[in-house]
């Protein structure tokens, strides 16, 4: 997604926006109707789904391991991790390979999420906490929850989200 | 000619470091009054290679101090001079300071002159010098006018047999300055009596030069014993007879020392490579960091790669050829043998890969020797230490990291395993203990094991201070294994109070936490007043295994083929159940507790019914265990890859591989297996089964 | 091309050696102890040898008096490599048949020059 990047800023430049030093962009996903983004530097690549091999004893979120170039990345099925039921994994569904830095070490883990959405310039500032009466098990893994336009996106927090 | 010295640094401080290493193995062999020539000469050499080589490349610091240490073996090694103890101690300490100064110099930096000199100066009192005495320091004075000599030169009829050739010389001499000369034919004899190989002719020069007389004196210098030479100054200032004059003249004699290099050319030429060694400190820096990172293959290893290289090429351009040819079935089946013969290539040239990184454990071994001496020399005990199993290989990867266990391991051995001489006496054993490091290899392990003769583990002081710090109860009844296993907990540590050897704030919980990373394990197994063991088992490499692929409903798994023992068809009638859900097999006469892997491992789908499956045996931790599968598939080498770096540890898992579908297969860590199963407890080495055994017979 | 064998047990002095003499352009063999030095002077002939005198296996003088036995080595320019301390070596070396001797340390330019007195 480098060059959706790198698309996006002439995109901003062309129109005269400039560069918001205070934004970072984040490549947003669909995922059963709602849209959730992720700091698009920790992106890595995004893949079609292929098998995994299962890991014993695993969560069942976990999806299990796959070969990424002679590296074994784990693959997290995010509708299980935040509890949504599963739908079947079609050719839409996508995995999006992240680096996510945690205490010790960078991990390299997949997610599979229903499909890849767009990549926004979103000001920090503009994220709202989110609503503490929001029961919801996934709350957790949120940043906070920002408006694009229309539409609301669901700012992710990945360290949280892949901490398993 | 100019030539770069530097280029040579890097060799002789690897060559030298090994020197020191052999110095002191040698230093600790030796026992003063039964000190054999051999090991005295071996010392003596790479003393002397380092003097050499230090000398020649301009560290002179280095130089001068083996210099003291050369003369005081030389001594030694000619019988003038009885070794001592002070002498070995001195000499070891030597050791450490000239490996201080070579590091030093290594990484550019000027080396620390104090601890040097100070040992220095211990030499010099030996040898009964004075540090003054050093400084006769010849200056030799140069003749700036131009003076004639006459120079008589008649070689002994041997001259030839010497290898020295006249005609050489006097070009020599010819370099000098204006050469005159005469030759004197005389001496030849008549035809029949001539020897070609004797010389015969004798000859007179008359050289004008500004260079001194040591000049000449050094062309003639090999030659001094074998013909007669004079060297006489025109004018009249050396009247005497002539080869009288060489020896008695004030002016020569003093000069002689100059044949040396003066000290000033010596750091003339030390400069040089200095300054611009000094110029790639940076670069420098790195290659120190790659020092630690390069290995040293046995050429053996690498004519044999090189022989599986030249293989894998002649296969390749069989199947190129066949390649360009039109598909017949004979080439199809050509293609096919040439196929299984680069597979036969690939795995040779893949094994011998490996080979490079195994080393034999002595590189770990060899600081052992220095490490026990010093340490019981500081707590007055008497120790011998017995190195067996030294060629045993390993990865040079699991080596560097197992041997800073092994190093705690030994300390506390010496600190809380062996008596001191008084109490060992007074328990009836030999003062002097005994400290054996033991390597071999087992299946695919290595097997450390640090054997002392001491008093063995003090199951009741353990059990208190377990009990003081809360890791067990007073009503807890412990077999001597779960006593023994307690050291490892973290926090454990029983030195009442905390020694300088062993008592370093880290405990046996970290040990076994670093062993336990590279996939190994230690235990300890004891006996009260005869000694204890430490056992480490290690896996040989890090990096590769023979697996056998197995099938559990639609998943792939790896078995390390080094554990399997047999694999079989399970007969039923030999099949008991014990407890609640646990089945045991009767094989021969031994009962092996059957693990169905797919419930282990939570799988749905695979075949249940036992005579349907087949088990796998294996061994692990000296206990067979089953492994209850669908089917066998191939048997290959996997490369190991780590399922942690990404996910995490997972039971029962050592890692991952993947498959030449470009699928990931999951390895099985059949002790983290057995654990996982339920099947022992936590902390014990016997399995449930062993104690339900005789109900089942 | 005038051939010499270096022998020296010390990899970096047998380098600096063996370089020095191949730029001033003669052919150079090296080996790492007498023993071996012999074995390689049998099956070849040398227009020098120069070697080191403390060594394993077999030290250099014991070498220079094999050589010297030798009749193809009857003439040839044998150079022992020694250090000042080493005074009564230089007789023992002379006694055994060594042509003369080169003492450490020394650097390329000195080796080259003494070296001159024995081969061209």
Redesign the interface.
Known sequence: MQTGTALQSEFNQRLGLGEDHDEKQYLTFLMAGEEYGVDILSVQEIRGWTS???????PDF?K????LR?????IIDLRLRFGIDPIAYGPLTVVIVVAVEFKE?T???GIVVDGVSDVYSISEEKAKDVPDFQESSSSQYVDGLVNVGEKMVVLLNLQKTLQ? | MSIDLSQFFEVFFEESFEGLDVMEAELLNLRPGEEDSETINTIFRAAHSIKGGSGTFGFTSVSDFTHVLETLLDQIRDGRRKLTSEHINLLLQSVDCLRAMLSALQNQSEPDASESQKLKAQFERILGLSSSEEQASATAQAAPEKQTYQIDFKPHAHLFKTGNEPLYMIGELAELGDLDIEVFTDAIPVFDEFNPEDCYLAWRFFLTTSSPTTAIDEIFEWVEDDADISVTLCGGLFEDEAEESIASSPEVENAKPSVKPTPEVVTAAAEKPLAKANAAVAEAKKSQDNASTSIRVGIDKVDSLINMVGELVITQAMLSQLGEQDMTESTVAALQEGLAQLAHNTRDLQESVMRIRMLPISFVFSRFPRLVRDISQKLNKQVELKLLGEQTELDKTVMEKISDPMVHLVRNSLDHGIETPEQRIAAGKDPVGTLTLNAFHQGGNIVIEIMDDGQGLNTEKIKQKAIANGLITEDDELSQEEVNELIFMPGFSTADAVSDISGRGVGMDVVRRNIQALNGSVEVSSARGVGSTFTIRLPLTLAILDGQLVQVAEHTYIIPLISIVESLQIDVKKVSRVGKNLDVLRLRDEYIPILRLYDIFNHDGAIEALDKSLLVVVESDNQKVGLLVDDLLAQQQVVIKSLEANYKRVDGISGATILGDGRVSLIIDISGLVKLSGLRKPGSQELIIEQNAEAVS | MKKILAVDDSASMRQMVSFTLKKAGFDVTEAKDGSEALNIAKQQGFDAVISDVNMPVMDGITLIRELRALPSYKFTPLLMLTTESGLDKKSEGKAAGATGWIVKPFNPDQLLAVLKKVIR
């Open positions: 995994a091999t299962a890991i014993p004893n695993a976990v299990g391991a796959i070969n002679g590296t074994i990345v784990p070490q991990k390299t883990m398993i």
